[in-house]
């Protein structure tokens, strides 16, 4: 009587669990590639089942869709790909991105004899449903783009509906955009390790994919053996606020390291600071060179967008001073370039906006309304669409947990995304987690110089020896230059000097989507073709 008695309650409790989602086993269904695998290689393809929010009773579920790279032998424990973003894809849709994953595995003497699963999380790419707003925002309006001079350049209205118009569509499907978040995203990569029999592997997270795994390091230490951390988002940073005092210090050490190799005009963070203001005042029309001529305006907040973005490029870095020289004596031409640049960055716009909303709060300016940035940091999107996005917030920081497992943590010491302080800082709670900085590199450090797949591989040899890889030491700073066909190499997706495609995003992602602005009496510039 006393086993059935026992039993019978053990029953009700696995139902109760079960109906209220507190327990779940995922299935990972092995599937057909939907591209064709490359020759001599072995891949597994397949999808995950998981819930889409595990705090509420709902049947609602998610399909990620997962790739193995398996190695000639398995010699190691596997490695688990956290892209980031929030919002980027994976890259996983198709043969030629294929390829440049297989390129990139390649490059990286750490991944080999490992199993290497990318899989597009929640809300991104080929997983669904995907929070893709595409079809709902025209471009031109969030890029800030005009057709003729008499256009209405206010686009804030415009932007408004159509992110409403997303918002309500996803909604109308039965999406609950409350679950796109960090945490759930962490309980999908846990349960992707189950599903797929593995007891152990490493994380490997670039930018928002490392705020993922200190997420998962935090929820599922058990199933973590080490974590590779590249451009450090740590968990109680509320990123969005931060921006402008990172901008700052980025701004400082270029101003540093270009001044020692006599290669910039003097003070240039105070020309950036003179050009912001200026454009803030008056913002510059500018006009294509294309035969059927498009136009933009051009602020301060837009400048420093620019500048943002550009201090995430090694290869861009190295141009920065002579952009900021030209404009700051009105030759306008490299700006004009940059701002007109093709953007094929690909993400899930509302996969952005459900993480990014719920990770972090709005900006609070009450004492920095002074600062050059501040209209920079005041336009950005993310102030007006949160409120509309997301409309129930909890706290949006989470307390990290002291956690031994082994940890390295890459930074670029240019990078004004995810400065070296937020890693030192992840660092504190990360008794056996080791900062390695690199010098004359921004954003995403493997793939911006081959030391960083050095450093990569030395530490997995054995994750709890200090490192002394010499590379480190002989690393340089950029070496400036002025030529404006090498203006812009920064942009997303193409190849980095290292020969490796890149497999990140900003992060917190800038999409370089401009302000509107109400001036209309600004000069035209244009380059010639």
């Not at 997303?492 to 109400?518: D, F, K, L, V």
Request: hydrophobic share 35%; aromatic share 8%; glycine share 6%.
């Amino acid at each position: 009587m006393d086993q059935f008695f026992f039993l019978a309650i053990a029953t009700v409790a696995f139902l109760v669990c079960a109906e209220c989602g507190e327990m779940y086993g995922a299935e990972f269904k092995k599937t057909n590639c939907w591209f064709e695998i490359p020759r001599d290689r072995t891949m597994t393809c397949g999808t995950l089942n998981v819930p889409e929010n595990r705090k509420k009773k709902s049947t609602n579920q998610v399909v990620l869709s997962v790739v193995v790279f398996e190695p000639d032998r398995e010699r190691h424990e596997p490695i688990v790909f956290l892209t980031g973003g929030p919002g980027q894809p994976a890259e996983i849709g198709s043969s030629e991105e294929i390829d440049s994953w297989w390129e990139f595995i390649g490059a990286q003497s750490w991944m080999v004899g490992r199993r290497v699963v990318v899989v597009d999380q929640r809300g991104i790419g080929k997983s669904a449903p995907n929070l893709d707003c595409s079809q709902y925002f025209e471009s031109d309006h969030w890029n800030g783009i005009l057709s003729n001079v008499g256009e209405d350049n206010r686009f804030y209205e415009a932007k408004r509906k159509e992110l409403i118009a997303c918002r309500t569509a996803l909604v109308a499907r039965g999406i609950d955009l409350d679950a796109y978040n960090t945490e759930e995203n962490a309980g999908d990569i846990d349960d992707l390790r189950s599903a797929l029999g593995i007891e152990k592997w490493v994380l490997y997270g670039v930018s928002y994919g490392t705020r993922l795994a200190l997420e998962v390091m935090n929820q599922h230490p058990e199933g973590v053996s080490a974590s590779i951390l590249d451009s450090v988002v740590p968990l109680d940073v509320n990123y969005l606020n931060e921006d402008g005092p990172n901008l700052e210090r980025s701004l400082k050490i270029l101003e540093r390291d270009c001044q020692k190799a006599n290669s910039c005009m003097q003070g240039i963070s105070h020309v950036v600071q003179t050009i912001a203001r200026q454009l803030d005042r008056q913002p510059l029309l500018l006009r294509s060179a294309e035969k059927e001529a498009r136009y933009t305006y051009v602020s301060g907040a837009d400048f420093l967008d620019l500048i943002f973005g550009m201090l995430y490029d090694r290869d861009a870095i190295s141009t920065l001073p002579e952009l900021i020289r030209r404009t700051y004596e009105q030759d306008f031409r490299p700006l004009t370039e940059i701002s007109f640049e093709p953007d094929d960055l690909e993400i899930s716009q509302g996969m952005d906006y459900s993480v990014t909303c719920s990770d972090s709060d709005l900006p609070d300016m009450s004492d920095k309304r002074d600062q050059y940035w501040a209209k920079w940091v005041e336009s950005d999107d993310y102030s007006w669409a949160c409120p509309l996005w997301i409309l129930e917030r909890g706290p949006a920081q989470k307390r990290p947990r002291r956690t031994d497992i082994p940890t390295l943590l890459l930074s670029g010491e240019y990078d004004p995304a995810t400065p070296t302080a937020w890693a030192n800082h992840a660092a504190e709670t990360l008794p056996f987690g080791q900062v390695v900085v690199f010098r004359g590199v921004g954003h995403d450090v493997i793939d911006s110089d081959p030391c960083g797949s050095k450093v990569a591989a030395d530490f997995l040899a054995n994750p709890r020896r200090k490192l002394t890889t010499d590379c480190i030491g002989q690393m340089e700073v950029p070496q400036f230059t002025s030529s404006i066909e090498r203006m812009w190499s920064g942009v997303e997706g193409q190849t980095t000097p290292s020969g490796m495609n890149t497999r990140h995003i900003r992060s917190p992602i800038r999409a370089g989507w401009r302000i509107p602005i109400s001036h209309k009496q600004e000069v035209i510039v244009s380059i010639s073709p």
